[in-house]
């Protein structure tokens, strides 16, 4: 059964102050590994999608990587507007057809002034 | 604005009422989804629709009735519901089949049951 962890749970921020979010995970076989924002009372917004190790991409502020047993979300000089809940997902194939994927419990980010 | 829509917002509604939560997507997919949010859980998937079929059902209690009469609409019918059903319920869809096809998310319907 593949197995999502994310770390930490919560994440408290000045601004400009880089960190990273950890994303371990246990597949029996990686189709892709996703990282998603939420903002409270919102749905998931999608961010990334990595499929091997040593995989990385970028967007404005944030650096998702990719090794074979975890990811790493690495948040540069970050603002106020980062704040919220990043959510990290493996994906499975169904054999009906679609695509499950399995969620972490995500890591909250709140940025202060 | 996102490309798969969901209606209500929020839903207040008593444990002997039935209500029916509605999902429309405008993204050209052929798979949706019903997923779970409670506070402190993961997301858990619920049900899988593939080419308005259902593929996957997650165990989910019969209470949970879903319909999908095509590849962009999917409803989610509530009856006899218990208190801890409350949670978001989140729509998504994406193309069927295939690895790194990205599931999109609706904005959730928020749905409190007394």
């Known amino acids: 059964e593949d197995q999502v962890t994310q770390s930490p749970e919560a994440l408290r921020l000045q601004e400009g102050e880089s960190s990273s979010l950890n994303c371990s995970y246990t597949?029996?076989?990686?189709?892709?590994l996703f990282w998603y924002r939420q903002d409270p009372g919102k749905g998931p917004e999608f961010l990334f999608t990595l499929y091997s190790a040593g995989e990385e991409k970028e967007k404005e502020r944030l650096k998702a990587t990719l090794t074979k047993k975890e990811s790493f979300l690495h948040i540069t000089a970050p603002k106020p507007e980062d704040s919220a809940t990043y959510l990290c997902a493996v994906q499975a194939i169904l054999t009906g057809g679609g695509n499950k994927l399995t969620f972490g419990t995500g890591t909250q980010l709140k940025v202060e002034l | 604005e996102t490309g798969v829509t969901q209606t209500p917002r929020h839903l207040v509604m008593g444990m002997t009422n039935k209500k029916s939560l509605k999902c429309e997507q405008h993204?050209?997919?052929?798979?949706m989804y019903w997923y779970k949010q409670s506070a402190k859980k993961p997301l858990e998937l619920m049900f899988v629709y593939n080419f308005k079929e259902q593929t996957e059902n997650n165990s989910v209690p019969s209470r949970f009735s879903p319909e999908c009469p095509n590849s962009s609409h999917l409803f989610l019918h509530l009856h006899t519901l218990q208190p801890e059903d409350s949670a978001l319920y989140l729509c998504?869809?994406?193309?069927?089949?295939?690895?790194?096809?990205?599931?999109?998310f609706g904005e959730g319907s928020w749905l409190t049951v007394v």
């Open positions: 597949v029996s076989g990686l189709r892709g």
């Open positions: 998504a869809s994406s193309q069927a089949g295939g690895f790194g096809n990205t599931i999109y």
């Open positions: 993204l050209g997919h052929n798979a």
